[in-house]
């Protein structure tokens, strides 16, 4: 996939900002060819220097961004060249969906394992054990609780699993 196509796949704007926040998209989202200073980067981007430094700092440790640091001679001040690199992003992003889905798996576990009831009135979820030791009785309201079929909730999972092992190439 060329570049620019990679930066403005919808999973990987959502990948970078759910790393960065709104605040560091606009660092996240514009990488400059070559090494840039913070500082440059604030004035192009027009940002607080603030923001850009946090958004450098979690791609750095993403292993999207490194640095190298220079000392003014005049000055003896140390300056941050900063260098994008965004090779990394489909392997990260592989990670992040493998972990994605383990969670998903063990949520869907914990769904199909578990009876529950439910509070009509407050929409409050209580597991079958919960339920026994409140007498089935709402602890904040006192309407009798109903078992609950998670039926749809456990389908909605199950679909998302299979995308997610499809997108992953992972075989169920
Ligand atoms: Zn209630």
Redesign the pocket.
Known sequence: MAFEDLLEAPVVQKYLHELVGPKGMPVAVSPPDGEVTDEELAERLDLELNDVRRALFILYENDLATYRRVRDEDSGWLTYLWTFDYDNIPENLHEEMDRLLDALEDRREYELENEFYL?E??S?RFEFGEAMDLGFE?P????PVEAMENTDLVDAMEERIGNLRSDLGVKA
Do not use: P
């Not at 904040?140 to 309407?143: D, L, V, W």
């Open positions: 509070c009135v407050c409050i709402c904040e309201c006192g309407s």
